[in-house]
């Protein structure tokens, strides 16, 4: 079984940064690709960033230039630095990951359980 285990959520005003982290743990033998969604209230769960195994990077128009992704892959983590943050940011923000289990297996995507993201006018 493998767990992602998001932290760094909470509340900030506009123009406030945070970083968010998610580390993930348990039967890894590689990961391929993580990144970060986020769902606000009523609405579907979107893209906020994702990177690739080889450190390809990719975001939406809305936070392009605001948001960047990273990962320490010697500790299974990625990290989402958000700045300017805007209040249409706030949402409940996942942490995705692709991940391998053993050497044959096949890739399967695991999500935390998510983190608060609230931005004050």
């Known amino acids: 079984q493998v767990q992602l285990v998001e932290s760094g959520g909470g509340l900030v005003q506009a123009g406030g940064s945070l970083r968010l982290s998610c580390a993930a743990s348990?039967?890894?033998?590689?990961?391929?690709?993580m990144g970060w969604y986020r769902q606000a209230p009523g609405k579907q769960r979107e893209l906020v960033a994702r990177i690739t195994g080889g450190g390809s990077t990719n975001y939406p128009d809305s936070v392009e230039g605001r948001f960047t992704i990273s990962r320490d892959n010697a500790k299974n983590t990625v990290y989402l630095q958000m700045n300017s943050l805007k209040p249409e940011d706030t949402a409940v923000y996942y942490c995705n990951a692709d991940v391998r289990t053993t050497l044959y297996s096949g890739l399967r995507s695991y999500w935390g359980q998510g983190t608060q993201v609230t931005v004050s006018s």
């Open positions: 348990g039967n890894i033998f590689s990961i391929n690709a």
